[in-house]
């Protein structure tokens, strides 16, 4: 586990005061490029180490090696965590291991000057800024880093009220009040978990990609009684993916329309057997006849859908709308 190799090589690092990559590699027994890669995961969260370039060099921690976990501040065990979790390049989740949660110190040394905030309590939240589903089908590339994700991490690390903004296809965006819970995610999309106090239990999943905006408010959390990000989780993916099953539309496509229709649909999609004239007919779920028309619009006259009639209407107003504003296209131009 990543957490457990993250807190091994800083140990590592303390009791050395100075190691190479080598080092790590062979005290923890992995390869020189994890070791390495782990190094610069502490330096990058902002762990004081640095790298020693030249004849003799290696990494070490700013200001000498220190012998315990309690020697971090505050913002140095919460980095510690978030870097140990979830990454684009490797999905695994973010779990705080219980020997790392009790080797960190309740509160800050009496000597430091600082408050007394609990730092064990903010370690073992560090977890919920990550759960991902396994029951992807398949797993698409991860959606490009949202610029809020830093901001919704601490947020849900320090339990803080934060107004959000966020917008939905087609409508502008709006602000409101929410108490992050957790993040997750689903075939490469990132998602929040959030207590609205509206609805369903109050537990609404916002996308990142659609967040506009996050500002914290200074207001605590207010989390549900025995709350379970995992479990939480799995009912509102359950439900997110009841949505986007709500409707089948039936279709025919050229052949050689395949891989545009997997790249669509993935798991939505059911192909069937060849028809006359180079044609293949598929059926495909989604949310509602117009999200689907919508998406299979792309495809020109590739696809063909002969079910239902409400999909078949939208697209002719599609086609119309399109004609009225583009016009009709133009003739090739004669070299």
Do not use: N
Not at 31 to 43: G, I, K, Q, W
Not at 53 to 77: D, H, K, P, S
Not at 297 to 303: D, K, P, T, V, Y
């Amino acid at each position: 586990m990543r957490a457990d190799r993250l807190v091994a090589t800083l140990l590592f690092l303390q009791s050395r005061g100075r190691v190479t990559a080598a080092e790590v590699a062979a005290e923890l027994a992995v390869s020189e490029r994890t070791a390495r890669r782990d190094l610069e995961a502490l330096a990058t969260a902002g762990i004081p180490v640095y790298p020693q370039r030249g004849r003799g060099g290696g990494w070490a921690l700013v200001g000498g090696a220190r012998t315990g976990l309690t020697g971090l501040t505050v913002g140095e065990i919460r980095e510690l965590f978030l870097v140990a979790g979830v990454s684009p390049a490797a999905p695994e989740p973010r779990t705080a291991p219980r020997g790392l949660v009790r080797a960190v110190p309740q509160t800050p040394p009496a000597d430091t000057g600082t408050s007394s905030t609990d730092t064990g309590a903010e370690a073992g939240a560090a977890p919920r800024t990550g759960v991902p589903d396994g029951s992807d089908r398949p797993p698409a590339p991860y959606e490009s880093g949202s610029p809020h994700l830093r901001a919704l991490e601490r947020a849900v690390v320090d339990g803080t009220q934060i107004r959000l903004g966020y917008e939905r296809p087609g409508r502008p965006a709006d602000e409101r009040i929410v108490h992050p819970l957790g993040l997750a995610t689903k075939s490469g999309v990132r998602y929040l978990v959030a207590g609205t106090g509206t609805g369903a239990g109050g537990l609404r999943i916002f996308r990142l990609s659609r967040i506009t905006s996050v500002e914290p408010t200074g207001e605590p959390v207010v989390r549900p009684e025995g709350f379970d990000l995992a479990a939480a989780w799995r009912s509102l993916a359950a439900t997110m993916e009841d949505r986007m099953r709500s409707v089948t539309v039936r279709a025919r496509a050229e052949r050689g329309a395949e891989a545009l229709l997997r790249g669509l649909f993935a798991g939505r999609l059911r192909l069937g057997g060849p028809l006359p004239r180079g044609w293949m007919e598929f059926e495909v779920d989604g949310p509602s006849p117009e999200v689907l028309a919508a998406q299979l619009a792309g495809l020109g006259a590739r696809i063909e859908v002969l079910a239902p009639p409400a999909a078949r209407e939208h697209l002719a107003r599609l086609g119309a709308e399109l004609a009225a504003l583009y016009g009709p296209p133009t003739a090739p131009r004669a070299d």
